[in-house]
T-cell receptor, first 117, second 114 residues
Framework: AQSVTQLGSHVSVSEGALVLLRCNYS??????LFWYVQYPNQGLQLLLKYTSAATLVKGINGFEAEFKKSETSFHLTKPSAHMSDAAEYFCAVSEFLRGGGGNKLTFGTGTQLKVEL | NAGVTQTPKFQVLKTGQSMTLQCAQD?????MSWYRQDPGMGLRLIHYSVGAGITDQGEVPNGYNVSRSTTEDFPLRLLSAAPSQTSVYFC?????????????FGPGTRLLVL
């Protein structure tokens, strides 16, 4: 089974500073990788996904992530943090479900991003 | 287009009570899933369905039942609630037409079992 490790359950940055949220995956084959964002009391919203095309993936709200196979990493970055970026971020890797059930997402444990003035 | 809807938003149950969490999608997706979210554990797959009449177990299925009589609806049933089932439950619907099969999540149901 695949697994996802998110380093740092809480990250705090100043407004305007670089955001770096780390994600490492375990997979023997090139996976599909996702970043989701969850605002308080809401469901998960897709930020971006990697599907074996370009290794640098751009998402919504100025976020991007780079797939590095040699490091089995898919870190999420944003050049300049905004107060509205405060949320919980989840990295996920997909694997095929048996019986043609599409993909199952295996999630990391999440990183809570705090943005300070 | 409402996407994925879930009801209720909040629910308090006593141990041993039963209830059904409702999930509906209007995107005509065949694949639907139920996850539970617990602090420090991310989201874990409970059950999933690949189409009407077809369901299968995820990684934490014990204590939950599902059925899929229509493409639109995928209810999750707790037959005898336990405090360990206190969690936030998310339903997801999968768009298989996009590379990587994007999952769309509902707003969640917060369940407290006393």
């Amino acid at each position: 089974a695949q697994s996802v490790t998110q380093l740092g359950s809480h990250v705090s940055v100043s407004e305007g500073a670089l955001v770096l949220l780390r994600c490492n995956y375990s997979s023997s084959v090139p996976p599909y990788l996702f970043w989701y964002v969850q605002y308080p009391n809401q469901g998960l919203q897709l930020l971006l996904k990697y599907t074996s095309a370009a290794t640098l993936v751009k998402g919504i709200n100025g976020f991007e992530a780079e797939f590095k196979k040699s490091e089995t990493s898919f870190h999420l970055t944003k050049p300049s943090a905004h107060m509205s970026d405060a949320a919980e971020y989840f990295c996920a890797v997909s694997e095929f479900l048996r019986g043609g059930g599409g993909n199952k997402l295996t999630f990391g444990t999440g990183t809570q991003l705090k943005v300070e003035l | 287009n409402a996407g994925v809807t879930q009801t209720p938003k909040f629910q308090v149950l006593k141990t041993g009570q039963s209830m059904t969490l409702q999930c509906a999608q209007d995107m005509n997706h065949e694949y639907m899933s139920w996850y539970r979210q617990d602090p420090g554990m991310g989201l874990r797959l409970i059950h999933y369905s690949v189409g009407a009449g077809i369901t299968d177990q995820g990684e934490v299925p014990n204590g939950y039942n599902v059925s899929r009589s229509t493409t639109e609806d995928f209810p999750l049933r707790l037959l005898s609630a336990a405090p360990s089932q206190t969690s936030v439950y998310f339903c997801a619907s999968t768009d298989t037409g996009t590379e990587g099969e994007t999952q769309y999540f509902g707003p969640g149901t917060r369940l407290l079992v006393l």
